[in-house]
């Protein structure tokens, strides 16, 4: 193909660039040959211009089509070269999070640097029995992919896991072991598994280290072979390890640190078992605190410590050797600390007292003086001497460092050598898979001898991987038989010669060695002499001496000469290794015990000559080698696998990656020689379908053919004029790179075209259409405009003649208001005028009438003030006169008082007086103060009252002038007056009336007031009753809703509790079943085999793993033969099973205990019948005797209210009724009413009172002889006759006749039976109190044992504390469980003793019957004898089969084990086996036979479980055995008697009830067992179901059409598409059919088949959806669209079956999801948020997995941007849900089984002759 077709105008290349390796750019215009330069255009806008070397006119790479981005495989790619590939793998790992690629052979795996969930358990179930490319690149493919073509090949296996520190080897390679160990199971060997898996952390905590690169980076090499059985079952496994890096012991750079084990160790120091190692902080030590970094993020060295030390355990390594291991190791970190003192240049000495070297010494069981003396001198031999020599200082610290290294290099092989002896196992190895995790290329800027190891090792994997790509290039063509030529591949043989060939760099090192004054200098002078300019992958360096260059295939790599030859070497002092092989520490006797086995073998071997006294130690390059060449000598002999780790960046950034560091790693590990080798040849390759679906676009008609490969060959030759680009195979089509890209090309423009073919006819089509309707539309308008006009005209006329009508009547109406306007307004005036002139003379009148009043006042006033005035003067005169008068009378009291005799007379008894009179002084001056207080007071009012006075006197002044003013209008005043007067008498006559209008009115209203308010509080009454009503019922609406939120939280807990119930009773069941297997194959091993039989019932064993049953009276011989194997096997439940095995013992002894319980109540129960006969006529007399005093009481009751009811009617008296006074008709008919009444009253009194104590007698004499009644005495004769009492008349006569001494006495003897009944109930009262304090006690006892187990689990770790609750938790739980049990034993007590005492009311009744038909027959017999005809009647059969005792196994043989379910199912009623077991089972029950019964019952469960498990995996069988086990149960419930039961029953079927046996306990049996045969039922029906699932509802194409595919071109190695292509919907629909006919057939319940239905749906559901989740070609809209086609199919399905209510539906809703979510817009914010509420059913996980591989189908369709991912993210990051991936295919639902009563009459069943049943009869 010319260059100018493929780089024409728009065609995208990659430019190389210096930051991003390679950019994308656009061409800008065509080029043509002959251009030195390319116009290109950037993805940001930019153009430049590309050169073109005019010699090699070499053109940049072309890209991709888009559709071909983001492939599975890299090989897929239409142009194979290092940008695609680049971009690619960038695309899947940023944009995708997709860390996986497949590339041909190799997977590529690159570091998220985040926890993925794509590893958990339900993943490794997806990936098992699929092709490799049939899903998503995955480790779990390529263990997988291992895994099968071991046991399909025969051949061994291995996965080679490569790649730099960091890139994720360890982990890599940690999961395809625990993919190997979940998917095969262990052989014989208990937790082979486990063991395998443990020992990683083992490995990891002594060879890993954190480095700069990796926080966890494996210092070794190692291959792990997992050994596998015939039967394809781990055994065991075997480790190699290699170049350990010994010198991280002594030194680690800055930022890095020690192996992981040392820190463990130092954050573990303050446990006890610890002290004695005297260890602390990691930064005490020299040789862990260089690094300077002694902590990792988010590791707890201290639970990694945890982890290891379980993993030492459970690999069998003893307490006692792990603590021997960390002695060594602390016993290193003290020897680190040792100090060396400088004593001289050449001699340096250690203080015998330096207190870490004391430790070391005692922590290794060495002298300590003979340690510190080797430390710092050395031994010289000579031929005839030897010398002690001191060493300088720093020989000292590098010998102390290498014994260091030498310790911990002999404890990491000796640790390997244990593991590998616990991991060994006694069975011989069929096959093995390999893991080898080694070291990547690996380049520093200084790069030593462990770097030059690693390259080495990694130029021979390279070769090995070139020459395995080529050979399955070479397989592949000729296995298509097409020609090919000889691809050039890049052979490193040449490099690998310079290392290790003769006189190579490993030689010459090696002869260095052995020379006495050998150095790093001479070593690099030998490799330029020898080396240089004679190999063109040697080279040296322009600056440097010692150092040099090798061109690895890789790159070239620049070694430092510096300490190769002390590493090659691998020295230690000699007499160092003497001191510790005389250690007294068992462990370090352990470790140097080979270094003793050496030389004695060498010296046997060697010669007494001087060629045997010569050192034989390896140097660490030979055996590097020799493991080497070991290793690739088991690689070759096994089918390698490759994967491929790549380190996406330095800065461990999550899902970032750099290009340039990318690109090295690509070409270091060989995947780009990978895509050279693939694109040299023809790297796209298609089958002939596959081609025909995709390209049938490019094809007209005519050219479709029925040979799909001629079709092929013409198109391939119209498009593609060049054949060498292309190659027809014998199945495959093979295309040379570019091709594919071409052909999508063709077809985009094909497809292109015809769109725009499409869009032409669409848009002539739309433009026609729209100018039809403009058209229609204009003629519409027209002729609506034209009605419109005309109807506006019509209406101006009507609207011109309404206007000169209005205008008329307008005017006309203006005229009268204006005349009447005018008129009204005369006659205003002249009332107006008329007014005033009558107001005005008015106003005269008053003013009149006002002066005379005001003249009358003031001529009064005068008057008044003249009077006064003439009053005070008579006053004065009068005061003036008697003043004078009193005045001589004082002059002449003076006189007599100055005489003496008048004196004395005065002062007799002047004393006294003088006493009163100042006495009467005191009393003057209060009352003096307190008038002159009162004058003060008047005197102020007085003044006051002037004041007011002469205000009014001034008011009179201005009023008499304002009255001189007015009395001329007073005339007028007085004439409006009398009119006002007249006018008051009016109103007061109107107001009268008004008051008694109103005092109506007021008495009326107040009525209707009264009226309303009785209405009101009528209403307000019945409105608080309504709102009582309306609170009740909101009351009982949220008791409602709280009983329906508790009851259906109580089903879900009822259905977890059954699922969880019956995952248990699997997983106990399946460990029995395993544990009979290996006893059966352990009875077969141990007795001689026959030599034609092959097949035994333990074949069956891995078909029935899942399937098996226990019972305590059929498993009693096997319960005891339970080891401790399966003991070990069941570590989850021991003590359940336990506890099973004791209740089974317990519900044993209670069978016998209510046996004999049973006939010693049948024996009491027939005495107590004959005490009851005698006492029954006592107690009828009783009976009715206590009726009628009931009777009469309840009359006496109506009598009493009918008297109240007259009471209160004679005594209520109503407002405006009068009662009847005395004498009148009402009165005296009311009293002579209430005469009878009392009369009537007392009768009834009186026979009351004698019924009572006839009452009391008879129950004295009933109770006579009975505890209660020892203290009743009674006697009859003391009662006193009627002719003895007195009558009198005040007495009442309820005193007659002694009725009431007779009642006293019954009262009393009552009396005395209440008081019996009372100290009963204290009794039972205190016994409850008792019961519930001792129920409190025990809460009280379990509060503080809860409270310890609470503070106890506090102090323990995080796993301890986990697994300390789980057993508290099953102990407390299995405690519980047996209580209730004791519960349930109580109750079925009660309920067996009841439904005896039911049956023997029965057969009373039934006896009482007889006894009266048998009177009747006597008294017919007395009638004359009449002639009969007599007839014979027909056998009534009684449902019952009778049997031999020991024809129970002919009968089970024939019923069970040889029974063909397909035969019966057609041509015998459903369920007929279960009913005659039944029948048979009647027989049994009706004859009293307990053994009968049980063996019967027993022999049938054992047969069910054999036929089961012989034939598990046939579908009819099981459904056949689920249906007759579920009959059987139900019918030992329908006839069992119960009431619950027997309601459904005919009186028939309720006379076939069970009479003898209560089989309560074998209904359980029996739903266990159906339990597990529906399991078994599940099991079967999802191995059937699960090929045929993937392949219907995903691969499967209903419509082959241009969205169908798109290209992938995957190499699926191991692909089966022929097989698939044939299944379809329909398949799995007529499956689905199947299964249901056959359920229905077999008579199945509808409920069970509904959940079975709902199962299988759950199933396929959770299939497809697990496998659209790890299939990137599967997620596309084309696909969405079958998807939902698919389903609509099987809802159309359980549709046309009336399923549509069994929850079938509900269970496909997340697959509905999906479907919608590959076809629903997925760009704005708006489309993300409908997403979310769109899935519900989805998780979060499930949702941004699809939507990540979205993947077009079509150029035309677009990848969901990452920006919309993100918005995903954001808005379910609140979303409570599961962050699991994948759905649980595993899960089944707990099923129910519900009781379903059958309506077939069991005397109708008759036995057909085909059962061979003969022996038994119908009775």
Request: with cysteine; aromatic share 8%; proline share 3%.
């Amino acid at each position: 193909m010319a260059a100018s077709e493929l780089y024409s105008k728009y065609a995208r290349v990659w430019i190389p660039d210096a930051a991003e390796v390679w950019k994308s750019a656009e061409l800008i215009k065509d080029y043509t040959p002959g251009d030195s330069t390319l116009s290109l255009q950037l993805e940001d806008g930019t153009e430049v211009e590309h050169k073109i070397d005019t010699q090699t006119n070499h053109l940049p790479p072309l890209r991709n089509p888009n559709i071909l981005v983001g492939e599975n495989d890299l090989t897929a790619l239409s142009y194979l070269h290092e940008p695609a590939v680049l971009h690619n793998l960038k695309v899947r790992f940023v944009d995708s999070k997709l860390i996986y690629t497949y590339c041909g052979i190799v997977l590529v795996a690159i570091n998220p640097y985040e926890s993925l969930p794509i590893y958990e358990e339900d993943i490794i179930h997806a990936y098992r029995g699929q092709n490799m490319g049939d899903m998503d690149p995955h480790i779990f493919a390529v263990a997988e992919e291992a895994y099968k073509q071991m046991a399909r090949d025969e051949r061994n296996q291995s996965i080679i896991v490569s790649g730099e520190s960091g890139a994720g080897k360890t982990v890599s390679a940690k999961y395809a072991m625990r993919y190997f160990a979940t998917v095969s199971c262990s052989s014989g060997e208990a937790n082979v598994e486990e063991k395998v898996l443990a020992s990683s952390p083992i490995m990891e905590a002594l060879g890993n280290a954190k480095t700069t690169r990796n926080d966890n980076s494996s210092r070794f090499g190692k291959y792990i072979e997992i050994g596998f059985d015939k039967k394809h079952c781990i055994i065991g496994a075997n480790m190699r390890t290699y170049l350990l890096e010994k010198s991280r012991v002594v030194f680690q750079a800055h930022g890095e640190r020690n192996y992981h084990i040392f820190y463990q160790l130092c954050a573990s120091s303050h446990l006890s078992e610890f002290k004695a190692f005297r260890l602390g902080c990691a930064d005490d030590f020299h040789y862990t605190n260089q690094g300077q970094s002694p902590v990792i993020d988010g590791v707890d060295d201290a639970k990694e410590m945890n982890n290891t030390r379980k993993a030492f355990s459970l690999l069998g390594i003893n307490e006692g050797d792990q603590m021997a291991i960390y002695q060594i190791l602390a016993a290193l970190l003290h020897l680190s600390n040792v100090e060396v003192k400088e004593q001289s240049a050449d001699k340096s000495s250690i203080m015998p007292d330096n207190a870490h070297l004391l430790v070391f010494c005692e922590l290794m069981g060495v002298p300590c003086e003979e340690m510190a003396h080797w430390l710092c001198h050395r031994k010289l031999k000579t031929t005839t001497e030897t010398y002690v020599k001191p060493v300088p200082k720093i020989n000292a610290v590098n010998g102390r460092d290498a014994l260091a290294k030498h310790i911990y290099a002999r404890l990491f092989s000796w640790i390997v050598g244990r593991v590998n002896n616990a991991l060994k196992s006694s069975v011989r190895q069929h096959s093995f898979i390999g893991v080898l995790d080694i070291y990547g290329f690996e380049t520093f800027d200084v790069n030593s001898f462990e770097q030059f190891c690693i390259n080495y090792a990694n130029e021979k994997l390279q070769q090995q991987f070139n020459l395995h790509v080529f050979k399955l290039e070479q397989e592949e063509y000729m296995k298509e038989q097409i020609p090919w030529t000889l691809i050039d591949f890049y052979d490193n043989q040449p490099c690998i010669n310079l290392i290790e060939a003769k006189l190579g760099v490993l030689d010459l090192l090696d002869e260095e060695c052995k020379m006495p004054k050998g150095s790093d200098d001479t070593w690099a002078q030998k490799l330029y002499n020898t080396l240089l300019k004679r190999n063109a992958h040697f080279d040296k360096p322009r600056l440097s001496n010692r150092a040099f260059i090798i061109h690895h295939f890789a790159d070239k790599v620049e070694y430092q000469c510096v300490g190769f030859l002390e590493k090659n070497k691998d020295t230690v002092n000699e007499e160092q290794i003497n001191v510790l092989k005389k250690s007294q520490f068992e462990m370090s006797l352990r470790l140097f015990e080979d270094d003793e086995k050496a030389p004695s073998s060498t010296n046997k071997k060697s010669s007494p000559g001087r060629a045997g006294q010569k050192d034989t130690k390896k140097t660490v390059g030979l055996q590097f080698r020799q493991s080497l060449h070991l290793l690739m000598d088991t690689l070759n002999a096994t089918t390698p696998h490759y994967v491929r780790c790549i380190k996406p960046n330095d800065h461990k950034a999550q899902f970032t990656l750099a290009p340039v560091r990318a690109v090295q790693q690509l070409r270091a590990c060989g995947i780009l020689e990978t895509v050279r080798i693939s694109a040299a040849g023809f790297p796209s390759r298609w089958t002939y379908q596959e081609f025909f679906v995709r390209y049938r676009v490019l094809m007209k008609q005519k050219d479709v053919l029925p040979d799909r490969k001629l079709t092929c060959k013409n198109l391939l030759e119209k498009c593609i004029k060049d054949q060498n680009q292309y190659q027809f195979g014998k199945n495959k089509i093979f295309f040379r790179a570019g091709q594919v890209a071409y052909l999508e090309k063709l077809r985009s423009d094909k497809l292109r075209l015809a769109c725009v073919r499409i869009q032409k006819t669409i848009r002539c089509w739309l433009a026609r259409k729209k100018y039809l309707r403009m058209r229609e539309a204009a003629i519409i308008i027209q002729k609506h405009v034209r009605g419109h006009q005309a109807r506006c005209y019509v209406k101006f006329l009507r609207q011109t003649r309404a206007a000169v009508v209005i205008q008329r009547n307008v005017r006309m109406w203006a005229t009268r208001r204006r005349y009447q306007k005018q008129r009204s307004a005369a006659i205003t005036l002249q009332c107006l005028f008329r007014a005033y002139m009558a107001r005005q003379q008015f106003y005269k009148m008053v003013y009149e009438q006002k002066a005379v009043v005001i003249q009358k006042w003031v001529k009064g006033w005068l008057a008044r003030q003249h009077y006064k005035r003439t009053v005070a003067a008579i006053v004065l005169l009068q005061s003036c006169v008697r003043r004078m008068k009193a005045k001589r009378e004082l002059k002449k009291l003076k006189v007599e008082a100055r005489s003496v005799e008048h004196f004395k007379k005065l002062n007799f008894g002047m004393e006294n007086k003088i006493m009163q009179l100042q006495h009467k002084i005191n009393e003057q001056h209060k009352e003096n103060r307190e008038l002159s207080e009162r004058l003060n007071v008047v005197e102020k009012t007085q003044g006051v009252e002037r004041e007011r006075l002469s205000r009014e006197i001034e008011n009179l002044r201005r009023s008499e002038q304002e009255a001189k003013a007015k009395a001329e209008s007073v005339p007028s005043l007085l004439e409006q007056l009398t009119f006002l007067r007249q006018e008051l008498d009016t109103t007061r006559r109107e107001k009268d009336e008004l008051e008694k209008e109103a005092k109506v009115y007021r008495e009326t209203t107040q009525e209707m007031v009264e009226e309303l308010n009785m209405k009101n509080s009528l209403l307000n009454n019945e409105k608080d009753e309504l709102n009582k009503l309306i609170l009740e019922q909101t009351q009982q609406l949220t008791e409602i809703k709280t009983n329906v939120v508790k009851t259906k939280q109580l089903e879900k807990d009822l259905n977890e509790e059954r699922s969880r119930y019956q995952s248990l009773l699997s997983e106990h069941l399946s460990l029995e079943e395993r544990h009979r297997d290996l006893k059966e194959e352990m009875d077969l091993n141990i007795s001689p085999s026959k030599s034609g039989h092959k097949r035994t019932d333990s074949n069956y064993s891995s078909n029935s793993s899942d399937f098996s049953l226990s019972l305590g009276s059929t498993d009693g011989e096997d319960s005891s033969t339970h080891t401790e194997d399966e003991d070990q096997s069941t570590v989850d439940l021991p003590v359940l099973l336990k506890l099973q095995r004791r209740i089974k013992e317990l519900e044993q002894e209670k069978k016998s205990l209510w046996q004999q319980i049973d006939k010693k109540e049948e024996a009491q129960q027939e005495k107590a019948k004959e005490a009851e006969e005698q006492k029954n006529v006592g107690r009828a007399e009783l009976d009715l005797e206590t009726l009628k005093r009931q009777e009469l009481e309840s009359e006496n009751k109506k009598l009493k209210q009918d008297l109240n009811e007259l009471r209160k009617s004679l005594t209520e008296e109503s407002k405006d009724l009068v009662p009847p006074a005395p004498g009148s008709l009402p009165y005296q008919i009311l009293l002579e009413q209430l005469n009878s009444s009392n009369d009537e009253l007392e009768m009834r009194k009186e026979e009351v009172l004698l019924l009572r104590s006839h009452m009391v007698r008879q129950e004295a004499l009933k109770y006579k002889d009975s505890a209660l009644g020892e203290g009743v005495n009674l006697d009859l004769t003391e009662i006193p006759t009627i002719q003895d009492a007195d009558r009198s008349t005040d007495i009442h006569t309820l005193n007659e006749d002694g009725e009431l001494w007779l009642a006293y006495e019954g009262l009393k003897e009552t009396n005395r039976l209440l008081e019996c009944q009372m100290r009963e109930q204290a009794r039972i009262h205190s016994e409850e109190t008792k019961t519930l304090q001792e129920q409190v006690s025990k809460f009280k006892k379990e509060k503080e044992q809860q409270q310890k187990l609470l503070a106890q689990s506090l102090l323990l770790p995080e796993d301890a504390r986990i697994d300390a609750s789980l057993q508290h938790e099953i102990t407390r739980l299995t405690s519980e469980n047996l209580e209730l049990m004791e519960l349930q034993e109580k109750q079925d007590k009660t309920i067996r003793k009841l439904k005896k005492q039911l049956r023997l009311y029965m057969k009373k009744l039934e006896e009482y019957e007889v006894s009266s038909q048998q009177k009747n027959n006597s008294s017919n017999m007395n009638a004359p004898m009449r002639a009969i005809n007599i007839t014979r009647k027909e056998k009534e059969y009684q449902g019952m089969l009778e049997y031999k005792q020991g024809d129970e196994s002919k009968l089970l043989k024939n019923l069970v084990v040889d029974l063909k379910p397909r035969g019966v199912a057609v041509s015998l009623i459903p369920g007929l086996p279960a009913y005659i077991i039944f029948m048979c089972l009647r027989y049994a029950d009706n004859i009293n036979d307990d053994q009968r019964v049980s063996t019967l019952l027993n022999s049938t469960i054992s047969s069910i479980k054999g036929v089961i498990k012989r034939r598990g995996n046939d579908f009819e069988v099981v459904s056949f055995w689920l249906a007759n086990t579920c009959r059987l149960m139900h019918c030992l419930k329908q006839y069992s008697g119960e009431e619950v039961f027997v309601t459904c029953n005919t009186p028939k079927q309720n006379e076939h009830c069970l009479t003898n046996f209560e089989l309560s306990e074998y209904q359980g049996v029996f739903g266990d067992l159906a339990i597990q045969i529906y399991r078994q039922l599940i099991k079967c029906m999802e191995d059937i179901l699960q090929p045929i699932i993937v392949v219907s509802m995903l691969e499967h194409e209903t419509i082959q059409s241009v969205l169908g595919s798109k290209p992938t071109g995957l190499r699926k190695r191991s692909r089966s598409s022929s097989v698939n292509e044939a299944v379809t919907v329909d398949a799995l629909l007529q499956r689905l059919s199947f299964f249901h006919t056959t359920m229905n057939q077999h008579g199945m319940d509808l409920g069970v088949i509904k959940q079975v239905v709902r199962q299988q749906f759950y199933i396929i559901c959770a299939v497809t959806l697990n496998h659209l989740l790890l299939r990137k070609d599967m997620c596309s809209w084309s696909k969405g669209l079958q998807i939902r086609y698919n389903v609509w199919q099987l809802e159309e399905w359980l549709s046309e079956r009336e399923l549509a209510d069994c929850g079938a539906k509900e269970t496909l809703e997340p697959l509905v999801q999906a479907a919608q979510l590959l076809q629903i817009k997925k760009k704005t914010e708006a489309d993300a948020q409908a997403i979310c509420n769109m899935c519900t059913a989805l998780t979060t996980a499930q949702i941004i997995k699809v939507l990540t591989l979205y993947t077009p189908v079509i150029e035309f369709e677009e990848r969901v941007p990452t920006t919309f991912i993100d918005t995903i993210k954001d808005i379910l990051k609140d979303r409570v849900q599961s962050f699991a991936l994948m759905m649980d295919t595993k899960k089944i639902f707990s099923v129910t089984l519900p009781f379903t009563a059958s309506s077939v009459a069991l005397e109708t069943i008759q036995i057909p002759a085909s059962l061979n049943l003969g022996f038994l009869s119908r009775i």
